[in-house]
């Protein structure tokens, strides 16, 4: 066909499957305009690339994602992303590897969904989960059962912080009577912590063997288990500045300052500094260790309590634990003031060095929070055991 000056319209070469239309310019060239029909869902589908990347590598990727993760909700919104990401992201393979920043949960985000997640994340064989949820279970929800199984669970797997706990349940005999207490049990399940590097073990250990609390006393090798807790605590510090590049001098200078108690009720009586002499043995001055997230979730969960875990029930004085008692006079008090308690012998060194040193003050009787009267009222009474300040 020609126009009206006699100039041949160019040939179109139409393809009726793929519904291409192929031009070509005067001089002979393809002039690369092509035109599309609208796909229908399930062609659009096969054009997807992530689609069809296997089930394999996707897991794979989210399993390094999850083992990486900083805080909850750098996994959490992988979930959000699509259908395909949801379901694999919960398979046991990735939930297995969640890296304990993962479950720092705060306290006021509690919720079934919460629970369900790291109970999903337990049951994968997650031994973080396990303890965490264990002492969420235990001292929050106050199933003492499942919590114990749980961090039994994640003992048998050498978690170090599961052991520890579960020796100071048997020296509290928590979730019972005081009759409930086994002292070699706690001795034992601290020495196998403290082989695992675990240094309140090491140093609840040391005290135990300095004191002879359910061993052989032993003062020369307690010492020294006291100045070994002291080494690593001083290199772990340095060795996680180093790896940050956040060194000062400060750190290796004596503050008299305290820092601040997780009980508001105690607030008033503490100031807020950057350092605290956790290493007055060695006359350092290294910022306090961070405490574990199950322990951060305890202080925050009884702190928007009003700091009382019940009735008559007290809270470990040392800022970093958060356990409460699970029974009247279950920990112990301090055997020159009275008042501060702490749920173990590292607890009450630690909190000694920490603030403790600079506010006991001798008194010459002192009684419970809520009167005369009570089971166990004072130092002479058998229910409620004192420390001596070291």
Request: glycine letters at 8%; aromatic letters at 8%; one cysteine or more.
């Amino acid at each position: 066909m020609r126009t009206r000056r006699g100039i041949s319209y160019p040939r179109a070469h139409v393809c009726l499957d793929d519904i291409v239309f192929e031009r070509r310019d005067f001089a002979g060239d393809n002039m690369a305009c092509r035109k599309r029909r609208r796909l229908s869902p399930g062609i659009a589908g096969k054009r997807d690339f992530f689609d069809v990347l296997p089930d394999d590598l996707v897991i794979s990727i989210l399993s390094k994602l999850s083992s990486t993760a900083a805080c909850p909700s750098d996994f959490a919104n992988v979930l959000i992303v699509c259908k395909r990401l949801n379901s694999l992201a919960v398979r046991p393979l990735v939930l297995s590897k969640a890296s304990p920043k993962m479950f720092a949960i705060k306290a006021k985000s509690w919720s079934e969904s919460a629970h369900r997640f790291l109970k999903n994340c337990a049951d994968a064989g997650n031994v973080e989960a396990c303890y965490t949820l264990g002492m969420i279970l235990f001292y929050c929800l106050e199933n003492r059962e499942s919590g114990a199984s749980l961090m039994a669970k994640a003992a048998i797997s050498s978690h170090a912080p599961a052991l520890y706990s579960l020796a100071v349940i048997q020296f509290n005999g928590s979730g019972g009577s005081k009759n409930d207490k086994d002292l070699r049990a706690g001795v034992a399940l601290c020495a196998r912590a403290a082989f695992l590097g675990h240094i309140d073990a090491l140093r609840e250990l040391g005290h135990c063997l300095q004191d002879g609390y359910g061993v052989r006393q032993n003062v020369a090798k307690g010492r020294r288990f006291l100045v070994q807790a002291n080494a690593r605590e001083i290199a772990t510090v340095l060795s996680s500045a180093a790896a940050s590049n956040n060194f000062t001098r400060s750190w290796l200078t004596w503050s008299p300052h305290p820092i601040p108690h997780p009980n508001p009720r105690h607030n008033h009586r503490h100031q807020a500094v950057p350092g605290c002499p956790l290493l007055s043995d060695f006359g350092c001055n290294v910022p306090a260790p961070e405490a574990h997230p199950s322990s951060k979730f305890l202080a925050e969960w009884f702190g928007a309590r009003g700091g009382v875990p019940g009735p008559g029930l007290r809270l470990c004085s040392h800022v970093g634990c958060g356990r409460p008692e699970t029974r009247k006079h279950e920990f112990r008090r301090c055997s020159v003031c009275g008042a501060v308690n702490y749920c173990s012998r590292a607890c009450q060194a630690l909190d000694w060095k920490l603030r403790h040193k600079a506010e006991c003050a001798p008194v010459e009787r002192w009684l419970d929070e809520e009167g005369d009267g009570g089971e166990g009222n004072g130092a002479g009474h058998g229910n409620d055991d004192v420390i001596a300040e070291s």
